[in-house]
């Protein structure tokens, strides 16, 4: 890995997005509009946006940074700029950790206007401090990133990274603890989902909103973010040059 070439790699993602205002308000408007929806969707429901705003806060953002990345890293493939790249002194770790750097910076930005939108326009009550659910907003992002730069190593359409929701994101929704709490599941779904990261961000978030601190908060927050470095890796050792 080439430091230099690395930044190079995420000032060039980060130029071509400016160009993009369409990507740029999927990456930090839509979570918000999302949170916003569900929040007044129960706004005469006293408790229910505090009992699940934490859980819908860590999903959105990860789903949204699931989706641009590995369509976006996929159209680089595709287009044959990516093979391009590996002509000159560029290495694929070079190229995923730069992808990585700069969609990274756009999950900071994500995260303190989600984050912000949901505390202060939407009143999501949170016990523990603001910092740390920015803190997990971020790693919740990130770890959307990771994923999905290495699920576009496996597709070979734009169509094909977005089918692979099925299969690597709705199993974490379903088992994450939206909809049950993962203590009260059946225990082999339980034991399933505790291999899942997003059941992990979940429970990294509901931590910080009820107010618990120490381990309570940080374990689940390394989990994630051992996923997310794990997804890193493996990234530049599966990715292809070119799609046939």
Known sequence: MNPRRMFATAGRVLG???HDPRSIALMLVAPSLLVGLF???FTDQDGVFDQFGGAILALFPFIVMFLIT????LRERRSGTLERLMTTPLGKADFILGYALAFGLMAVL???ITVTFAVYVCGLTVDGPLWQLGLVAVVDAVLGTALGLLASAFAQTEFQAVQF??????PQIILGGLFMPRDEMPDVLYAISD???LSHA???INAVTAGDEGWD???PVLIVVAFAVAFLVLAPLTLRRRTP
């Not at 590995?70 to 890293?73: C, Q, R």
């Not at 929701?165 to 709705?170: K, N, Q, R």
């Open 217 to 219: 908060v940080w374990q």
């Open 16 to 18: 071509q997005l400016r």
């Open 165 to 170: 929701m099925p299969v690597l994101v709705f």
């Open 110 to 112: 994500q995260a303190v």
């Open 39 to 41: 929040a007044w969707l």
């Open 202 to 204: 979940i429970d990294a």
């Open 70 to 73: 590995s369509i976006t890293t």
């Open 195 to 197: 291999w899942l990261p």
